[in-house]
Each structure stands twice: as structure tokens, then as C-alpha cells.
């Protein structure tokens, strides 16, 4: 009789076993159950019975363990665009099973599918060494400074892409002959500039003409018309 491990191994490591028995008696199992990794042995196929006069045949069956372990990394862009590991979760369920995740990405940011494996079908490896992987990339959000007849560093508007949560930069506001006052939106509202980008922004200088005192000073008898 002929015993197959079907995957699976003994202790020694060997896959196959065997024994000769006299035709009608009992036919001896192995001594030892198989083993195989994500497993757990569940008999012999055929049912292990009396020898024939042909001799038989028997392969190992198996059940797939639902403890099996599986690892969920989570990645989270930073305000640069550099995705950066920020949660491990260790998870379990069924050997060889398809892992089914469902994800939400936080407010202001969205799941990088290029990127992320935990739609792709994987399956939980029998050794525990899947690594299923989320990206959760920030947007990006367009601020501008219009320059209104004055110049933002120098042109008449500038307008750059920043990550959520990124510092935005200020620029250097200049119009001859007059001061900044503060900033408008598109609708014509008094608006603080936000520092920080979280949603699309316009931003409009205002200007005042400056003042200036002319003071004459008469020094001796000659008369100064205003």
C-alpha cells in the first residue's frame, strides 16, 4: 500500500510511505500524520481498509486552516508626495482564501489604486507571508495669488499645487506708489490668507495709494507760492 502526503510532508520530510500487507488483513497507516503548512490533516482517500490482490493507493486530505495570518500595511503620503508607513495590522482568515478588504480613505485624501494591492485578489499564503498593501495619497489643491496690477514675486499672478495640509507660501506682494492692505476672493469677500492648503483658493491683493507730506520751508524773504 502506498501512502501520498498530496502536498504535504512527514516529519522526516518525505512524501511518500509504504508497507506490504498480506491480501485481506488490516493495512497499517503511517505512524505519524502528515503535516503541510496552513493545513490541518483530515484522513486518508480511500478510507484505509483491507488489502485487495491488486494492491491500493491513498493520498492525504486536507482542510485549510481559518487562523492563518496575513499583514495589512498602510501607507500615508506626507505633505511632500512621500508615502510613509504608518499602521501594520496583523489579520487572519482562510489558507489560499481571497482576501477581501474594505477601506475607506480619510477626509482629504483618497486611495492610490496604482498603487494599493488590497483589491488584487491575493490570496493568504499557507506560511503567513502575505503582505497586502493600502496607499492613501493626499490631494491637491491649487492656491493662486493674483497680483491685481501689482506683481507676486515678481509676476502678475502666480499659482501652485499643494498637497493637503501643506504649508502655503506667502509671496512677496510690490505695486509702486502703493501698500498692501489685505487679500479678496473671487466673490469680492475680505479673506485672511490661509497657511495651510485645504481646499482650492484665489487670492486677490488689495491695494491703497500711498500718502505722502510735502512740507516747503522758507529760509529766507522769498515767497512760496502753495
Not at 93 to 118: C, H, M, Q, R
Not at 199 to 226: C, H, K, R
Amino acid at each position: 500500500a502506498v501512502f501520498n502526503t498530496n502536498d504535504g510532508a512527514f516529519e522526516d520530510g518525505t512524501k511518500e510511505w509504504k508497507t506490504n500487507t498480506v491480501f485481506g488483513e488490516k493495512i497499517a497507516t503511517p505512524g505519524d500524520a502528515p503535516i503541510r503548512e496552513g493545513y490541518t490533516f483530515s484522513g486518508w482517500d480511500p478510507i484505509v481498509d483491507t488489502m485487495d490482490d491488486e494492491g491500493k493507493s491513498f493520498e492525504a486530505t486536507w482542510a485549510a486552516n481559518s487562523d492563518t495570518k496575513y499583514t495589512v500595511e498602510f501607507y500615508t503620503m506626507d505633505t511632500t508626495g512621500v508615502d510613509v508607513l504608518t499602521d501594520t495590522q496583523i489579520e487572519t482568515g482562510t489558507t489560499d482564501s481571497v482576501i477581501e478588504l474594505i477601506v475607506s480613505a480619510p477626509t482629504n485624501f483618497y486611495i492610490d489604486d496604482d498603487k494599493s494591492t488590497y483589491d488584487d485578489k491575493l490570496t493568504i499564503a499557507p506560511d503567513g507571508s502575505t503582505v497586502v498593501t493600502v496607499y492613501y495619497a493626499r490631494k491637491s489643491y491649487t492656491i493662486a495669488f493674483d497680483g491685481n496690477t501689482g506683481t507676486v514675486n515678481g509676476v502678475a499672478t502666480q499659482s501652485d499645487a499643494y498637497y493637503y495640509g501643506a504649508a502655503v507660501a506667502v509671496p512677496v506682494t510690490e505695486k509702486e506708489g502703493y501698500t498692501l492692505t489685505g487679500w479678496k476672493d473671487e466673490e469680492g469677500k475680505d479673506v485672511t490668507v490661509n497657511i495651510t492648503a485645504v481646499e482650492d483658493a484665489t487670492y486677490i491683493a488689495q491695494w491703497t495709494v500711498n500718502q505722502y507730506t510735502i512740507t516747503f520751508e522758507n529760509t529766507g524773504d522769498t515767497v512760496i507760492e502753495p
